[in-house]
């Protein structure tokens, strides 16, 4: 029978993001549904740095490496997130304020992470999320202490620890003009230091009707013109309305307060599935019109129940943004993504 792995064979890899329950194969059902459709994963949440490197002098890579087992096991194309991030962090990191600390720090974790699992692990997302909306960069404890070179150095560091590994810059919204060009300033300055850079990851967090088909195309198209690899790498379409009608600092806001909104009805209705079927069907049609531009399209979790979704923007609702429903079933997009084969 077929899947998804089997039908885009030739075209890019499928990927998943997965997590700690499903790594440790506790069911065998799940295990052979996701070697079944998949054929390339991403940590979602175990590689990040509170995980892998919770104190200064303490890695711990007793998950990672089920992970990347994992993927070698089901000869998968294995994707590493993230080396360098804003969020997620150790205390100890995102307490540094002085430059040379943050030099050695900076150093000794990519180092360190990319040597362990060198000529195991297939890519990186070197960098995730250091630009703003506005096309600025994003303050962090890294911009803080470094300034714009840490994005330089981090490719740097990530390229001598393993020159064959494919390095990343991932990052979402990134079909939003201002962001786009911020994107493209930052890539070609690494370029233009000499730095190497393999590929840009558009996260793919989109909506039933945003981003447009046209502004994901003209963003596949610039970054692709930069000399790189496209992949999308955490594709998943909310259902769900923006929560109260707000988007950005006002929901966050919300969020940190940990106000809740109502769950949404069960299960998904019958006209929500046609109109997800089709988002995901003009989202796919375009990835194979570009398919010599994109090397890789990872969901972001196997199926809804898994979803990060179901909590964010705002915490209590129940989204439906993948191919598979809570019961590993396909949903009417899935059979919408293969009839396109
Ligand atoms: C999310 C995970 O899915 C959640 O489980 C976790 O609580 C927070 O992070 N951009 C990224 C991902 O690069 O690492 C984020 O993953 C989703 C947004």
Same mark, same amino acid.
């Given at each position: 029978?077929?899947?998804?792995?089997?039908? +885009?064979?030739?075209?890019? +890899?499928?990927?998943? !993001?997965?997590?700690?329950?499903?790594?440790?194969?506790?069911?065998?059902?799940?295990?052979?549904?996701?070697?079944?459709?998949?054929?390339?994963?991403?940590?979602?949440?175990?590689?990040?740095?509170?995980?892998?490197?919770?104190?200064?002098?303490?890695?711990?890579?007793?998950?990672?490496?089920?992970?990347? !087992?994992?993927?070698?096991?089901?000869?998968?194309?294995?994707?590493?997130?993230?080396?360098?991030?804003?969020?997620?962090?150790?205390?100890?990191?995102?307490?540094?304020?002085?430059?040379?600390?943050? *030099?050695?720090?900076?150093?000794?974790?990519?180092?360190?992470?990319?040597?362990? +699992?060198?000529?195991?692990?297939?890519?990186?997302?070197?960098?995730?999320?250091?630009?703003?909306?506005?096309?600025?960069?994003?303050?962090?404890?890294?911009?803080?202490?470094?300034?714009?070179?840490?994005?330089?150095?981090?490719?740097?560091?990530?390229?001598?620890?393993?020159?064959?590994?494919?390095?990343? +810059? *991932?990052?979402?919204?990134?079909?939003?003009?201002?962001?786009?060009?911020?994107?493209?300033?930052?890539?070609?300055?690494?370029?233009?230091?000499?730095?190497?850079?393999?590929?840009?990851?558009?996260?793919?967090?989109?909506?039933?009707?945003?981003?447009?088909?046209?502004?994901?195309?003209?963003?596949?198209?610039?970054?692709?013109?930069?000399?790189?690899?496209?992949?999308?790498?955490?594709?998943?379409?909310?259902?769900?309305?923006?929560?109260?009608?707000?988007?950005?600092?006002?929901?966050?806001?919300?969020?940190?307060?940990?106000?809740?909104?109502?769950?949404?009805?069960?299960?998904?209705?019958?006209?929500?599935?046609?109109?997800? !079927?089709?988002?995901?069907?003009?989202?796919?049609?375009?990835?194979?019109?570009?398919?010599?531009?994109?090397?890789?399209?990872?969901?972001?979790?196997?199926?809804?129940?898994?979803?990060?979704?179901?909590?964010?923007?705002?915490?209590?609702?129940?989204?439906?943004?993948?191919?598979?429903?809570?019961?590993?079933?396909?949903?009417? !997009?899935?059979?919408?993504?293969?009839?396109?084969?």
């Amino acid at each position: 029978s077929t899947s998804l792995k089997n039908a +885009y064979n030739g075209d890019f +890899y499928i990927g998943t !993001a997965l997590d700690i329950n499903q790594i440790e194969e506790k069911d065998p059902k799940v295990t052979n549904f996701i070697a079944k459709e998949f054929n390339a994963i991403t940590a979602e949440n175990i590689m990040k740095s509170m995980f892998v490197h919770p104190e200064k002098d303490k890695f711990d890579f007793e998950t990672s490496d089920k992970f990347v !087992a994992f993927g070698k096991k089901h000869k998968m194309f294995i994707h590493g997130h993230t080396l360098i991030w804003h969020s997620q962090l150790p205390k100890w990191l995102s307490e540094i304020n002085d430059s040379a600390e943050m *030099n050695a720090a900076l150093e000794n974790h990519i180092t360190t992470i990319v040597k362990k +699992y060198k000529g195991q692990v297939d890519s990186w997302d070197v960098v995730n999320e250091a630009v703003n909306d506005d096309g600025t960069l994003r303050q962090s404890v890294f911009l803080k202490t470094l300034g714009e070179d840490f994005i330089a150095k981090s490719f740097q560091l990530a390229a001598a620890a393993d020159p064959k590994v494919e390095l990343y +810059y *991932n990052d979402y919204s990134m079909t939003n003009p201002a962001k786009r060009s911020g994107v493209i300033r930052m890539v070609k300055k690494i370029q233009e230091k000499g730095i190497k850079i393999d590929g840009i990851g558009m996260q793919g967090h989109w909506h039933l009707n945003r981003p447009t088909i046209e502004e994901i195309e003209k963003s596949i198209i610039e970054y692709s013109n930069l000399g790189v690899k496209v992949s999308i790498t955490e594709l998943d379409v909310s259902v769900l309305p923006s929560p109260y009608g707000l988007q950005g600092a006002e929901v966050s806001q919300r969020f940190e307060n940990n106000e809740k909104m109502n769950p949404y009805p069960k299960t998904l209705p019958d006209s929500m599935q046609v109109k997800l !079927a089709q988002r995901y069907n003009d989202i796919f049609k375009l990835f194979l019109k570009h398919k010599d531009k994109i090397s890789r399209v990872t969901f972001w979790g196997v199926n809804d129940t898994q979803s990060w979704l179901n909590d964010f923007p705002i915490k209590g609702r129940t989204d439906y943004p993948l191919l598979f429903d809570a019961n590993l079933q396909p949903k009417k !997009a899935y059979y919408q993504v293969l009839s396109l084969k």
